[in-house]
């Protein structure tokens, strides 16, 4: 059975969280990108793969606005990554709380426009809308309501039940121990765009109760050496032909 990231997976939501994690940050209303210095922007994209829970956004947004007048094209390392998240003393769940708010609100004052910086990664997002999205299980650390909102507005009628969110603090892991209770009878496949929550899960789920196979999506949100790295720990690397024929052949 897949198992589904969604950010970087099946959705482009790289302008939406700018315009969140630059709300969050400086209290801000905007709904454009436009409206957010362009080296700002540009600094927090190309840095976007560190951040893996959704509350570490804030601190890299808070970087990036310090930052990108005196080095807009800085691209951190994992340890200046890590020592920017050590110094902030606002703990990960408010951090977290604080920029599901920010989106709550922009999506309830324009809808519309929330959504229009949203897109879906194709031809994968078709493939599932054509399969059925009640056959479709998300493991996200984004917030229920966003994933609903942005499937439903795509055209992926998703199950509530099927949805696996960040929401209250809730980890990828936490849920993967219940994913495996609920499916014990096959094993599971997560596509996932981000490294460190293969190489967490990997370790966390060394020997699993049932099978775990994970797989880097190549045209998520990735680093630049996060390919040859996955590769070299063990991970397969896909692109989105590759899943769909790997959907399909589980089907057959």
Known sequence: MWLYDFDGVLLNSLDEVVV??????TASTVATIDEIPAGLVDLFKRNRFHFQPAGDVIPLMQW??????AEPDKLLTQSEFIAIISKTTEPLIRRTERFYAA?????E??????????RPFQPIWNELVERGGDRVVILTNKNREAVIRQCRHFGLNVLKKNIFAGDDGAT??????????????R???????SLKNLQELKGHFNKP??????????WGFIGPE??????????????QNDLIALIRKETE
């Open 20 to 25: 969140s994690a630059y709300n969050a940050v």
């Open 64 to 69: 990036s606005q310090d930052t990108y007048l």
């Open 103 to 107: 989106r709550n609100r922009f999506a």
């Open 109 to 118: 004052r324009d809808g519309r426009r929330w959504l229009s910086l949203n």
């Open 172 to 185: 990828k892991t936490s849920h993967l121990k219940m994913l495996f209770k609920r499916f014990s009878d």
């Open 187 to 193: 094993p599971l496949c997560f596509v996932d765009d």
């Open 209 to 218: 109760p049932q099978s775990l196979s994970l797989f880097l999506a190549s």
């Open 226 to 239: 996060d390919i040859e790295t996955a590769r070299s720990s063990g991970f397969p690397v896909l692109n």
